[in-house]
């Protein structure tokens, strides 16, 4: 569903929210790149492709009101298939939701992941 560059962009958002205690900034990254590749499996077994083209044309989407419901439902479905040893269950379902709302979001008529993902990003310190 996304492409290598998408899920790094997604790592680093979810590095500069979530802390794994002991491991250095470039671990968590290299783990949350690989966290999120699992995620984004998990979604190409669980969507169909079509989905994936809502990603990136801004010319269809799914319907903005039920972007919500969709995005949580999405995320229970992809932790039923996804477990990451190295989170706890908490930080695991935040992981799993942080990936999957900007997607979400991108899915909506008149969005692109391109335009979603700079919305996330954290602010300058």
Not at 34 to 50: F, G, M, N, Q
Not at 58 to 81: M, P, T, Y
Not at 91 to 101: A, H, K, N, Y
Request: aromatic letters at 4%; hydrophobic letters at 45%; a negative charge.
């Amino acid at each position: 569903m996304l492409i290598v560059e998408e899920q790094k962009k997604i790592a680093s958002l979810i590095n500069a929210i979530i802390d794994i205690p002991l491991v250095s900034e470039e671990l968590e990254q290299t783990i949350f790149e690989h966290a999120v590749a699992i995620i984004d499996a998990a979604l190409d077994d669980i969507l169909p492709e079509v989905f994936a083209g809502l990603l990136r044309d801004n010319g269809k989407g799914i319907d903005k009101d039920h972007a919500r419901d969709f995005s949580q439902r999405l995320a229970e479905a992809v932790n039923k298939r996804v477990n990451l040893p190295y989170l706890n269950e908490e930080q695991e379902g935040r992981l799993i939701q942080t990936v999957i709302d900007p997607i979400v979001k991108a899915m909506i008529e008149g969005r692109r992941l391109d335009d979603v993902l700079p919305l996330y990003a954290p602010p300058a310190s």
